[in-house]
């Protein structure tokens, strides 16, 4: 076979969509409902803890930057997406692709620490709610969000360049729609076991340490919960907690299906089906799951629904 340097590769082919027409053409309208709709949710969920003082919070500020993110990721994949089933260009250049994957990975990597933070959140405003303002003060609000974004995108830049550096046999076929790290690995025509073990000791170390933080704060959450006297108390906690731990299996569910593992086991039907339900999904179900299980919220957004009915009615 041919070796190919990738750097110098112009273009790639996303093979991962269906070529019948009819087929193309639910799955555009599928997509572009799920994708205008994860959208409309998240910005209506920007604006409510914008526009609400009751919402001007710790809680709700990391919520806001969840919204951030479940815009983000599907923005990275979708629109090139419903370009490739609505015209059928299914080319997508170099630059395109490591920016794809790049704007991915950043996100992904970015919600897995910012979920780590929220879990700590709830654990102070639960186990030492009387300290929750002096501790989760607004200043430490700020590094903790903002130390969650430039992780995340030191994090997505060490997976990009270990990839867009791989060597490719003759082949640019990327078996998915849209370009991710098991897909670009399968292209390469070189053992990437070096490469894969810097990823996945990377990816295991950063993971496992926001999962464990995620994973300790709801053990003492759930024994503060259970030592609670009144059931009242202990249904408001479970159902300020639900709404996020939800949120956590969803997310490390998918992602530790789609990344936690060699290549040698990729499965393009299997992944796409997969990296549906976290770059197209659950994007769109964090905000059901947040307004469904939150009375603050709820009230909130008929706030921001009665005021936009009044100005539109003027």
Request: a neutral charge.
């Amino acid at each position: 076979m041919q070796r190919v340097n990738l750097s110098t590769a112009s273009e790639f082919v996303l093979v991962g969509l269906s070529d019948a027409l009819e087929v193309r053409f639910l799955l555009f309208v599928l997509f572009l409902i799920i994708y205008l709709a994860t959208v409309a949710g998240n910005i209506t969920i920007l604006v409510a803890i914008a526009t609400d003082t009751h919402l001007h919070n710790p809680m709700y500020f990391f919520l806001g930057n969840l919204s951030l993110l479940d815009i983000f990721c599907p923005t990275a994949t979708v629109p090139k997406m419903l370009v490739a089933l609505s015209l059928e260009k299914k080319v997508i250049s170099f630059t395109g692709c490591m920016l794809q994957l790049f704007f991915l990975i950043d996100a992904v990597g970015t919600e897995i620490f910012l979920l780590a933070v929220m879990a700590y959140d709830r654990y102070v405003a639960i186990c030492h709610p009387l300290q929750y303002m002096k501790i989760i003060s607004m200043k430490l609000c700020a590094h903790l969000a903002i130390g969650t974004w430039v992780t995340g995108f030191f994090n997505s830049l060490l997976h990009t360049s270990l990839i867009f550096t791989l060597f490719f046999c003759d082949s640019n076929e990327v078996d998915q729609y849209y370009c991710d790290i098991p897909p670009m690995l399968a292209l390469s025509c070189l053992p990437t076991y070096s490469r894969e073990l810097v990823i996945l000791t990377v990816a295991g170390v950063l993971g496992s340490s926001a999962f464990v933080v995620t994973l300790i704060s709801y053990i003492y959450i759930l024994f503060a919960i259970l030592c609670m006297n009144s059931s009242e108390s202990r249904q408001k906690a479970f159902s300020t907690c639900g709404s996020h731990l939800t949120v956590v299996c969803l997310f490390y569910g998918t992602t530790i299906c789609t990344y936690v593992r060699p290549s040698s086991t990729y499965s393009p039907n299997q992944d796409r089906i997969v990296s549906m339900l976290y770059g197209t999904l659950t994007p769109l179900l964090n905000p059901i799951i947040y307004t469904l299980r939150n009375k603050e919220v709820k009230c909130a957004l008929r706030r921001v629904i009665s005021q936009a009915r009044t100005a539109l009615t003027r």
